[in-house]
């Protein structure tokens, strides 16, 4: 899709974006942080980007470590305006949660996690309520039988259709539940809309699956180009009905679909505004960014000082323009897609979501 094609109007409010995200990666104003506090889980997920295990042999990080770095952005952050999430592996696995989430409250950082459902229940819920926690996302793949193959249990979907249903209920909490589209349950995703809306549900992301981590070995999780193509007609559409606030994932460039199919222009914002701390103490942005992409560890370097002084492959991405984006004329737009559909021993992009939409036209 050549952006000659695009509307008038829609290439200036990209070029005002476009200046927009130019400062943000000046500024890189740090205010969400992600935590991958275990590599155990519940869940053997034919996606997994971590490869998470029951038995991990990476233990999960004592929680003063955590907080110990955390107390080194003392003066670079508001903790009142800066989001701290819980990750995995499955974050509900770790006993001392709410210890660590009345220890973040403490310190005024808002918090929230990132979870398969499958453990979360009322009097687990109830008890992280009471130690602060303020928001919560929650996995739901599709119909049972796509969403237990896609998740490698029998009982992931009643569990996490429940915990949805819990959240929903629960007034004082943000929440949104995120699905994985692929080949299995496209054809589903308006029967789970209806689904979602009749419990109550008010916010929606979905996210189409990209060949890193185990994906990468299950062709059938990624979308065909008609399929791709498909899914934002059927976003734009369900955006348009305001019965569900529905939004696309944060990765890629999208074309004429852009400002119609998420509330923001597309932005990678890991390494701008948005880090994270791996469990064996690696300093990056995302937990999907591994290996080339960490900045540091918690264990030998200052957080501040790694936040304040690297992340430079991020906030400058000259050096994405290279293979297929060297010659594409909306790279000003996109500057090379999510950093974490980029090969991190080569630095070649692994998928482009404009190309896949072009093949469909």
Known sequence: MDIARLPLRKKLALELFRQFRKNESRLHKLNYILWECTLRCNLNCLHCGSDCKKEASVKDMPAAD???????????????????????????????????????????????????????????????????????????????????????????????????????????????????????????????????????????????????????????????????????????????EGRIKLNYGCEGFLGNYEGEVRDHFFICRAGISIASVLCDGSISACPNLRANFIQGNIYKDNFADVWQNRYAVFRDKSWTKTGICASCRSYRYCEGNGMHLRDEQTGELLFCHLKRLIIAD
């Not at 009643?158 to 959240?167: D, E, I, K």
């Not at 995703?189 to 060949?211: A, D, H, M, Y």
């Open 66 to 240: 955590f907080f110990r770095a955390l107390d080194q952005l003392k003066g670079l952050v508001n903790p009142h305006k800066t989001m701290i999430v819980l990750t995995g592996g499955e974050a509900l696995l770790r006993k001392d949660l709410a210890e660590i989430g009345q220890e973040l409250y403490r310190r005024g950082f808002p918090w929230g996690l990132v979870s398969n459902g499958l453990w979360l229940d009322w009097p687990r819920l109830n008890t992280l309520l009471g130690a602060g926690l303020q928001s919560v996302t929650v996995s739901l793949d599709g119909l049972e039988a796509s969403h237990n193959w896609l998740r490698g249990s029998p009982k992931s979907y009643r569990n996490a259709l429940h915990a949805v249903a819990l959240l929903a209920r629960t007034s004082e909490l943000r929440y949104d539940v995120v699905t994985c589209a692929n080949r299995r349950n496209f054809a589903e995703l308006p029967t789970l809309k209806k689904q979602l809306i009749q419990i109550g549900v008010q916010k929606w992301r979905i996210f189409t699956i990209f060949p890193i981590g185990r994906a990468a070995m299950h062709e059938e999780l990624q979308l065909e180009p008609p399929a791709f193509r498909a899914l934002f007609d059927f976003i734009r559409q369900t955006r348009a």
